[in-house]
């Protein structure tokens, strides 16, 4: 993975701030990794992109990460501060390319899903109708009693039989922090959008350093280049100079 320059970050954001979420998340995870072809990351699984954003995220911010987060129940903030060891599955490996799931008289295969149904899906009118049409992207066949049938015939039990299967086969795309309202002693699990949380990163560090280079280019008339390719220590200092 190729470490970013400040200018190569500013980059990346500015590109991304016209992008759609699944979008974006592919541009910052081009630029870590030029020498994969779009087309290869986009079919990545979503939990093999999210372990590489994990990554370009420890990279650029460091091994810890903080947020608040609300509490559900009663409103409570809670100051989260967590180590990307902690958002990493204990399993390792590669996913395989087909996986299986059954119960009852049904058996279904399946893939993994990756950004390019995210994008197939994005625009659907309901939540039930992009479930339904993520599944029937993923569904490779499905069997009841040994005979091939269609998706609309896929029971209840067994479509949630099959979420749950997914979630275990690719971890790494559904992050879920269980947390604890020291408040009200609420207990939940937290979903965490990995993708959506690092440009927030980003964004509000992109704002911070814009507003860096403003300061000290209006007071020494130096060029955007120049301030950004000082190390992060001298940029401090310099701008603690002209705060006073």
Same mark, same amino acid.
């Given at each position: ?10 980059? &990346?954001?500015?590109? @991304? ?49 903080? @947020? ?6 009663? @409103? ?111 207990? +939940?699990?937290?979903?965490?959008? &990995? ?13 911070? &350093? ?10 020494? @008339? +130096? ?22």
């Amino acid at each position: 993975m190729d470490t970013l320059s400040p200018s190569n970050l500013l980059s &990346i954001w500015e590109r @991304g701030l016209a992008q759609p979420p699944v979008e974006r998340a592919l541009t910052m995870l081009a630029a870590a990794l030029p020498e994969v072809p779009p087309d290869t990351l986009a079919q990545l699984t979503i939990g093999q992109r999210n372990a590489y954003l994990l990554a370009l995220r420890e990279q650029m911010l460091g091994s810890r990460l903080t @947020g608040v987060v609300v509490c559900p129940h009663c @409103g409570e903030q809670l100051e989260l501060d967590l180590s990307m060891a902690d958002l990493r599955p204990t399993s390792a490996g590669e996913p395989a390319e087909i996986f299986t799931a059954d119960t009852d008289r049904y058996h279904v295969q399946f893939r993994l899903p990756n950004s390019l149904d995210l994008v197939a899906i994005r625009n659907s009118a309901t939540v039930e109708a992009a479930r339904q049409r993520l599944l029937s992207r993923l569904a490779l066949r499905i069997e009841r009693d040994g005979e091939e049938i269609s998706l609309e015939h896929l029971p209840e039990n067994v479509v949630a039989t099959l979420a749950e299967r997914l979630s275990q086969a690719d971890p790494q795309a559904d992050t879920r922090l269980a947390l604890d309202c020291p408040a009200c002693r609420h207990e +939940w699990l937290a979903a965490l959008d &990995i993708a959506a949380f690092l440009w927030s990163e980003l964004h509000a560090w992109a704002s911070r &350093i814009l507003r860096d280079v403003h300061l000290l280019a209006a007071t020494y @008339g +130096w060029r955007e280049a120049d301030i950004l390719a000082l190390s992060t220590a001298r940029r401090e200092f310099y701008l603690e100079m002209v705060r006073g």
